[in-house]
């Protein structure tokens, strides 16, 4: 595809499940990126991967949240034991050695 | 630690009037400087960048910020604001010795009176 995807755009689930997100960045981009939109905390940072090395996961909140890359391209952000503080918008990025990210549409996570 | 300021939670223009959204930041290296415009329920769109070089740069739809290290600023301007301008507008500071990873300011909502 011509951008990032992510999937599903839209997500509500209840309190205490698992959630899974998933990104398709752009292909042969090597570093892909997961961010969190929420009213109180704006734009945060999540988890960052390079290739094959070991993942930044600096921006995690909790060890509620994990994430993965299979084959150095589809990524899947998982929440489990979801919480009403959880509720944001997840937007995926992806870049080149460039550095210029390009993001997706997000994905609008509600925890009710 | 690295943070961007935006400074204006809102502004509303006029449209054809110019525009100028202020953005500071503190950066413990040499700083890549970027501006992401938001459309209501959309992602994020690149404006234009700045990593090294000529320090006004132009981006796309009109844009263009100019980078003042001394004041650890990057504004961004357009001389004629559109209607269809209206958005949230981010600045963001990133770089290698940070894994490239963005630090965003608390955004800029932009309103155009017609």
């Known amino acids: 595809g011509a951008g990032v995807s992510q999937s599903p755009s839209n997500k509500v689930t209840e309190k205490g499940k698992d959630v899974e997100l998933r990104c398709d960045p752009i292909?042969?981009?090597?570093?892909l990126y997961w961010y969190r939109q929420s009213l109180g905390q704006g734009l945060e940072f999540l988890i960052y991967?390079?290739?094959?090395?070991?993942?930044?996961k600096s921006g995690l909140p909790s060890d509620r949240f994990s994430a993965e890359r299979t084959g150095g391209s589809v990524s899947t952000l998982t929440i489990q034991r979801t919480q009403q503080e959880d509720s944001a918008v997840y937007l995926c990025?992806?870049?080149?050695?460039?550095?210029?990210?390009?993001f997706g549409p997000g994905t609008r996570l509600t925890v009710l | 630690a690295q943070s961007v300021t935006q400074p204006d939670i809102h502004i509303t223009v006029s449209e054809g009037a110019s525009l100028e959204l202020r953005c500071n930041y503190s950066?413990?290296?040499?700083?890549?400087l970027f501006w992401y415009v938001q459309s209501p329920g959309q992602g994020l769109q690149l404006l234009l960048k700045?990593?090294?070089?000529?320090?006004l740069v132009q981006g796309i739809k009109g844009f263009e910020a100019e980078f003042k290290r001394s004041q650890s600023s990057f504004n961004l301007r357009k001389p004629s604001v559109h209607w269809s301008d209206a958005a949230e507008y981010f600045c963001?500071?990133?770089?290698?010795?940070?894994?490239?990873?963005?630090?965003f300011g608390a955004g800029t909502i932009l309103r155009v009176k017609s």
């Open positions: 292909s042969g981009h090597t570093a």
């Open positions: 990025a992806s870049s080149s050695y460039s550095g210029e990210q390009f």
């Open positions: 700045y990593f090294s070089g000529d320090t």
């Open positions: 950066y413990g290296a040499t700083p890549y």
């Open positions: 991967f390079q290739g094959n090395s070991a993942p930044d």
């Open positions: 963001a500071v990133g770089g290698v010795e940070y894994g490239n990873k963005l630090v």
